[in-house]
């Protein structure tokens, strides 16, 4: 009896598993409705899991839904305080909510391993530039840039960028 109750419980995690890999497969696709879907099926006990909360945390700021993605990011930080997702997730949230400034603090507090991405750099460069600090954001930009050349691609259609669309083109 106990070998059957401990292979259904293998089974269980296997299909929690695998519906967590779709939804991560969904997200990279930019399916986020399906990601969510994928999730809605896990039971609670799951939902707290940092790769879940991150797909959650994906799925949210898809759908513009701001406020909701800041919590979930949040929750991201608090389980995983020295990984760079959470804090990156819950800096833009409060860029797209109008709290820039509160977002250039969250990433200052974030773990040193931030540093290490490009993205930080760069959302760095768009909060200051968007704050109208012009000279500091280009050399944010640059070097992310240096780290990662397809930035430089994004950058000429983000709109946070607007202001600096000609002298992006020299960096």
């Known amino acids: 009896m106990l070998t059957s109750v401990v292979i259904s419980k293998e089974r269980t995690m296997n299909e929690w598993d695998r519906r967590i890999t779709a939804a991560q497969g969904y997200v990279e696709l930019g399916l986020h409705e399906e990601a969510r879907a994928e999730l809605s099926h896990l039971p609670t006990s799951l939902q707290g899991r940092p790769d879940v909360l991150e797909i959650s945390v994906l799925c949210l700021m898809n759908g513009h839904r701001w406020a909701e993605a800041l919590a979930t990011a949040q929750k991201l930080c608090a389980l995983e305080p020295d990984q760079p ?17 509160e977002a250039l603090d969250v990433l200052s507090r974030g773990p040193t391993i931030l540093r290490t991405k490009p993205v930080y750099y760069y959302n760095l460069g768009c909060y200051l530039a968007r704050l109208g600090q012009e000279e500091q954001a280009l050399k944010l930009l640059k070097q992310s840039f240096e780290m990662d050349g397809d930035l430089r691609r994004d950058a000429r259609h983000d709109p946070d960028l607007l202001s600096l669309r000609q002298k992006l083109e020299t960096l």
């Open 85 to 101: 997702g959470g804090y990156i997730h819950s800096a833009f949230c409060l860029h797209e909510l109008g709290r820039t400034e």
